[in-house]
């Protein structure tokens, strides 16, 4: 009765998926250059984008960027995989992320991009744990929340991280990177 037709809509259907995500995190200054090179393993090739045989996944359960107190202390930490090395997250263990088209200072991920890639938005200031040595700071939001930067980039988290110490962002469009401390 359906012998093909689902199989091509779902293909189509991917194909699109994958097609908006890139033209979501897509911005006109794709040509600028980051500010600190992405931290890839030597040797290792960055993530590929999802094939029409991989899922996308939404986590039931995103990272919250949401503090529930204005009295909560936010810390970046630094976490390990053999893999990456060391890499910055959140005091959850949350991974954070660079997006290579944002600019010193400057979120260029917006839209349907920051639904995928949500600041890591805080109230207060954020507190440097043992083994960061950059400079934490915040930029402020069009919608007036204060979004974390490491050394002037803003940082972001994955909806594709459904748990402490995932890394399922990195490489991700060749835009995405853990950021070492």
Not at 150 to 155: A, C, R
Request: include cysteine; proline fraction near 9%; charge should be negative.
């Amino acid at each position: 009765m359906f012998s093909k037709k689902p199989t091509k809509y779902v293909l189509i259907s991917l194909f699109v998926l994958a097609l908006t995500i890139l033209t979501a995190c897509a911005s006109p200054g794709a040509t600028q250059q980051p500010t600190q090179a992405p931290t890839t393993p030597s040797g290792a090739s960055p993530t590929a984008l999802p094939t029409a045989s991989s899922t996308i996944t939404t986590p039931t359960e995103a990272p919250t960027a949401t503090p529930q107190t204005s009295t909560e202390t936010y810390t970046v930490m630094v976490a390990h995989s053999s893999s990456l090395g060391d890499y910055l997250v959140d005091s959850k263990g949350f991974t954070l992320y660079h997006y290579l088209n944002d600019g010193p200072n400057q979120d260029n991920c917006t839209g349907v991009c920051a639904e995928i890639w949500p600041p890591y938005t805080i109230t207060g200031q954020p507190t440097a744990g043992p083994g960061v040595t950059g400079t934490l700071g915040t930029i402020t939001l069009s919608d007036g929340s204060a979004m974390v930067t490491y050394n002037q980039e803003p940082l972001h988290y994955y909806s594709g991280d459904t748990a402490a110490d995932q890394t399922n962002g990195q490489g991700f469009a060749n835009l995405w990177y853990v950021i070492a401390p």
